[in-house]
């Protein structure tokens, strides 16, 4: 059936262009396509819900200057918070932003109206300026908040019996004669 009808097309197309007569093509209609609603617009167009009872981490500092410590000195400070909120807080991380930045924190939840300590200890074998951050991840209305520590390392002091103002020096013999093989 298909191959009658496709003959039948072919002949009439071929009838027309011998006996050059123009080929007739019927206008297409445009026709205008609407792009689907993007999945995510009717999220953002809705903040998501906030939890009136949630916990609120409240930092007596968010800053901890260190002030000027001594080369391998202590580099152990505290960061003390109260949870202001109405349910218990729990903090899932605290994050140096490198190695020499270690904070430890309490595993257990805080419970509404009790308060708690983020440790920060930073290697102070690094002589001169430091500012590093901890950043914490909690259940807290702020889910994110970011701690600074800031401070200046002495230089490391020279070892007793060590001059650093000498340096090795080769010895020169003034008038001596030079060994043979050395000239």
Request: glycine share 8%; hydrophobic share 30%; proline share 11%.
């Amino acid at each position: 059936m298909f191959s009658l009808v496709a003959l039948g097309c072919l002949t009439i197309g071929t009838n027309a262009q011998t006996r050059n007569e123009p080929v007739k093509i019927s206008p297409i209609e445009p026709t205008i396509v609407k792009a689907p609603a993007k999945p995510n617009d009717a999220i953002a167009a809705e903040p998501a819900p906030v939890n009136p009872n949630a916990p609120e981490i409240s930092f007596e500092t968010e800053v901890m200057d260190y002030g000027t410590v001594e080369y391998n000195g202590d580099g152990l400070r505290e960061f003390v918070f109260t949870n202001t909120g109405k349910e218990p807080l729990i903090i899932s991380r605290a994050k140096g932003s490198c190695g020499c930045t270690v904070p430890t924190w309490p595993k257990e939840p805080i419970m509404p109206g009790e308060s708690g300590a983020i440790k920060v200890k930073y290697s102070t074998n690094r002589p001169g300026r430091f500012t590093k951050t901890v950043t914490i991840s909690s259940n807290a209305k702020t889910p994110s908040k970011r701690l600074t520590i800031k401070g200046t390392v002495k230089p490391k002091p020279v070892e007793p019996g060590a001059d650093a103002t000498t340096l090795p020096v080769k010895k020169v013999t003034e008038g001596a004669t030079p060994l043979e093989g050395n000239q």
